[in-house]
Nanobody, 114 residues
Framework: QVQLVESGGGLVQAGGSLRLSCAASGSIVSINAMGWYRQAPGKQRELVAGIISGGTTNYADSVKGRFTISRDNAKNTVYLQMNSLKPEDTAVYYC????????WGQGTQVTVSS
């Protein structure tokens, strides 16, 4: 009854941009406190951006100034605008609640070529 569906990933060259979307379905889940995570091969999953009540946002140092998290409550969707992409941004990107962890979805693959 609760599902998070990530989309928008793809293959881009360094310096390019992508906009990821996370659509939340099911009335039981709220996007009031959501985060974007990523996991690169051989590395642990890390939180790269979060948005909480009131619209306060936080970013990992590695993406600060380049990524922007936002939300559209009417559409129950969270976005991640990624600019100035670097090869080290290559990973599978996931969204999830910051309050309680839902089942991880398939994520969306972001590949940045040099």
């Amino acid at each position: 009854q609760v599902q998070l569906v990530e989309s928008g990933g793809g293959l881009v060259q360094a310096g390019g941009s992508l906009r990821l979307s996370c659509a939340a379905s099911g009335s039981i889940v709220s996007i009031n406190a959501m985060g974007w995570y990523r996991q690169a091969p051989g590395k642990q999953r890390e939180l790269v951006a979060g948005i909480i009540s009131g619209g306060t946002t936080n970013y990992a140092d590695s993406v600060k100034g380049r990524f922007t998290i936002s939300r559209d409550n009417a559409k129950n969707t969270v976005y991640l605008q990624m600019n100035s992409l670097k090869p080290e941004d290559t990973a599978v990107y996931y969204c999830n609640s910051l309050v309680f962890t839902l089942s991880w979805g398939q994520g969306t693959q972001v590949t940045v070529s040099s």
